[in-house]
């Protein structure tokens, strides 16, 4: 993926780490992340790009408003999803061109990993030890390598949308932001849990080699 300093991310990333707390709400949250991409990839297929992105720009800030009357808390990543989609969008009718929905994506994943690679040098800890630190306890310099592998992921998931976009058909793109990016994803989250339990059981065992 969330108050104050902490950047709300989607919930397929706290997947990796739940808590029982982030549990109760992780379906909700997944059906947030997937929901307005089910219909646009539905709608796509049944009128084509344009009718999918009315569709979706309708959709995405019905969702974001009840995502906030059920939890009362904001998520800025999806907000800032809503605001791309409302602007390029509507440039996507507008001019009907197709090209300005494309980018979409992009943006966004390129905007975060800006945010997490500021959050290095900006503020006492990376944006993804605050989010992290309840449910791992790692090194200084781990956490900051943590934050620097979320940095390049989002920065290639942005760079492959492009890819994927101007290579590729518009109806192969529509599936890649449904099947692949979620496919990236698990993928992603995978390592990174493979990652985290490596590095927590290793500093484990230095604690106990310590005491010994």
Request: glycine fraction near 6%; include cysteine; proline fraction near 3%.
């Amino acid at each position: 993926m969330n108050a104050n300093l902490r950047i709300e991310v989607s919930s397929r990333f706290e997947l990796s780490c739940r808590t029982p707390e982030s549990e109760r709400f992780f379906h909700m949250q997944l059906l947030v992340d997937y929901l307005p991409i089910l219909i646009f990839f539905g709608a796509y297929f049944y009128e084509g790009i344009y009718f999918a992105t009315a569709l979706l720009m309708a959709v995405m800030p019905v969702v974001l408003a009840l995502q906030w009357m059920m939890t009362r808390k904001l998520n800025k990543i999806y907000a800032a999803s809503t605001l791309l989609v409302l602007v390029l969008g509507g440039a996507t009718l507008l001019l009907r061109n197709p090209q300005f929905l494309y980018w979409k994506p992009t943006v966004l994943n390129w905007v975060i990993a800006l945010v997490f690679l500021g959050s290095q040098y900006i503020g006492a800890k990376p944006i993804v030890q605050r989010m992290l630190e309840s449910a791992a306890q790692l090194e200084a310099n781990q956490w900051r390598r943590l934050n620097t592998i979320w940095v390049m992921f989002f920065a290639i998931v942005g760079g492959l949308n492009l890819y994927v976009a101007y290579t590729f058909s518009e109806p192969t793109w529509v599936k890649f932001k449904l099947f692949g990016m979620l496919g990236i994803t698990i993928v992603f989250i995978v390592i990174q849990t493979i990652w985290l339990t490596a590095s927590m059981s290793g500093a484990a065992v230095s604690e106990d080699d310590e005491e010994t």
